[in-house]
């Protein structure tokens, strides 16, 4: 059996915070410089309370940017693991539609099959699991791996990546069986 | 750490039949007797065809009847167990909403943590699954639970249970954690 690779979505394939410094540059007059919030949650920079609502809103997760080289790293990676795609929408009723759309337009290759729709993903059973968030990965039972987010850049408990180039480098010599 | 059940939705904790029934005998003006389509699929039922479509409109998944006596069994479980209702919803776009707004009606005491919307459940991790569909069950690496339906009853493999009485009566005297 092939191994498996879950693959959360925002922040990891997604990428909210350039939506979200948009949002706040249209509503301020200004773009929020990287040294403002990174190595913090974005909710700490003031004004940031304008910021998260937009969550809740349907259309907010259909047109998010792409992280880049995620899809052609992700498409080499299905030829030698299966993936899945493992995102905590639960808790944004307005988000599956969005997702799901957004999945399939970017992420053709991958199968509905793969996909899932969570809350708390400690249920989840793959070898590896690539996440933004450190709770994800603390309860995780497989290899956990930490993509690089302004909200995680203190953790040192996971194996790190902070992009796709280097997704690819980790699993290049990795036996897909 | 609380032992874990996943339970199915459709034709486990939601009556998906009923609802095929009565779509049946609105457009052909009778209601197909049990002995015409249990213990087959029933797809093979003459007419039957005018059925699945409706899997695909908005609205089929928000007013299923409620599978009898599973509220409460449920209720009481989950103060024993950690409850998570999968479904592989994946298939229908169309159903999310639907999916949640019910769950949310009928299982309130559920948190939304608790509910997976999937394809593939054999990247689901607990230590029982209550489904009624084989192909879930023969994937799955914890205790696999058949809860009988129409198209499953030759199936001698799995621990089988007929109705929600018989799962309060399965848990009654197993261990929580």
């Given amino acids: 059996m092939k191994k498996r690779i879950a ?5 990891v394939i997604a990428d909210v915070y350039t939506k979200y410094l948009d949002i ?3 509503k301020y007059g200004r773009r929020p410089a990287k040294e403002e ?3 913090k949650k974005m909710k700490l920079l003031p004004g940031a309370e304008v910021l998260r609502p937009n969550l809740f809103e349907k259309g907010f997760f259909r047109d998010l940017p792409i992280m880049e080289n995620s899809q052609e790293v992700l498409r080499e990676l299905h030829e030698r693991f299966d993936i899945y795609i493992v995102t905590a929408a639960m808790e944004f009723r307005s988000s599956f539609e969005d997702k799901y759309d957004w999945l399939q337009e970017h992420f053709p290759f991958l199968h509905w099959r793969n996909f899932v729709f969570c809350g708390d993903k400690s249920i989840i059973k793959t070898d590896w699991l690539i996440d933004d968030h450190v709770h994800n ?8 791996i930490v993509f690089t987010a302004s909200h995680n850049i203190a953790e040192e408990r996971f194996d790190r ?4 180039l280097e997704v690819r480098e980790y699993f290049k010599d990795i ?3």
């Fill in 175 to 177: 036996k897909s069986e």
């Fill in 161 to 164: 990546v902070d992009n796709w």
């Fill in 7 to 11: 693959v959360d979505m925002d922040e």
């Fill in 37 to 39: 919030y990174w190595g």
């Fill in 137 to 144: 990965l603390e309860t995780f039972t497989g290899t956990p």
């Fill in 24 to 26: 706040y540059e249209a």
